[in-house]
């Protein structure tokens, strides 16, 4: 094994809102995860300047906004990173902003989304041509949000064609604090069964997305909603992909592959 494969790969993992118990559920997350001994995991929750969860445009820009403000104020936070993955399912400014902030600062860092990291991760997944992957998030503004994210993402413009492989977004109509808030467990699993069985309506639905890094820890609601849905055998094959978890891996693999190709 090389120097550069034994190197700690240093990666912080960046709520941009300001709830902690939604940091609490991404770390309950990752910390299920056969991680190798070299990488090392750093939490950071945004201040309570920010939303407590991000519904909205609004929201997003006002994230964007506070984060990348701290964050340049105290740039060792990044400095002592390899990486930085943004734990905002959404197209979120501090994807290229974290890069381009550490860049014009002389220091080179990683950083991706779990947006970004469960488009990648769905579509290697896939078996074959017809299958296809989609989103269950939360409220109704992500449906034309991820749509769009989704196709300029992998290149296509915002009046192209459909996506062959990709099935949509279908939301539960609750907000992302709503998961680790008030709202009954019941009702939860109830709207969140019911955005699934929609999306796998969709066609041959092979890979189902937790658009919410606060829905960390519900996947058995997919997979049992799968199985009523498609039947036992071919309801067990259903995927689902937790972008915070995704994410750890690829951006782990960006750190690696920029040490290895960097010059």
């Known amino acids: 094994m090389s120097a550069a494969q034994q190197e700690p790969i240093r990666i912080l993992i960046l709520n941009p809102n300001s709830s902690e118990s939604m940091t609490d559920g991404m770390e309950k997350s990752i910390s299920s995860l ?150 009954p467990k019941e009702v939860i699993d109830a709207r969140l069964a019911e955005a699934t069985k929609k999306l796998l309506r969709a066609g041959d639905v092979e890979c189902v997305v937790m658009g919410c890094a606060g829905m960390a820890g519900l996947e058995q609601i997919i997979r049992r909603t799968a199985i009523e849905e498609y039947g036992e055998e071919r309801g067990k094959k259903v995927m689902v992909v937790d972008g915070v978890r995704a994410g750890v891996g690829l951006v782990a693999e960006m750190v690696k592959n920029r040490r290895m190709f960097a010059q």
């Open 34 to 183: 056969n991680l190798p001994d070299n990488i090392k995991i750093t939490y950071y929750t945004a201040s309570t300047s920010c939303p407590a969860s991000i519904n909205d445009g609004t929201d997003l820009h006002a994230s964007a906004t506070y984060v990348f403000e701290d964050l340049s104020s105290n740039l060792h936070l990044l400095k002592d990173q390899d990486a930085v993955l943004v734990c905002c399912y959404s197209v979120h400014r501090l994807v290229p902003g974290l890069s381009e902030l550490a860049a014009s600062n002389g220091f080179s860092l990683s950083v991706t989304g779990i947006f970004e990291a469960s488009v990648l991760t769905s579509l290697s997944l896939l078996t074959g041509p017809t299958k296809k992957w989609g989103i269950v998030t939360t409220g109704k503004y992500w449906e034309e949000h991820l749509t769009l994210g989704v196709k300029k993402f992998l290149g296509q413009g915002e009046e192209g064609g459909d996506n062959a492989k990709f099935a949509g977004v279908q939301t539960t109509g609750l907000d992302a604090g709503d998961f680790h808030g008030d709202i």
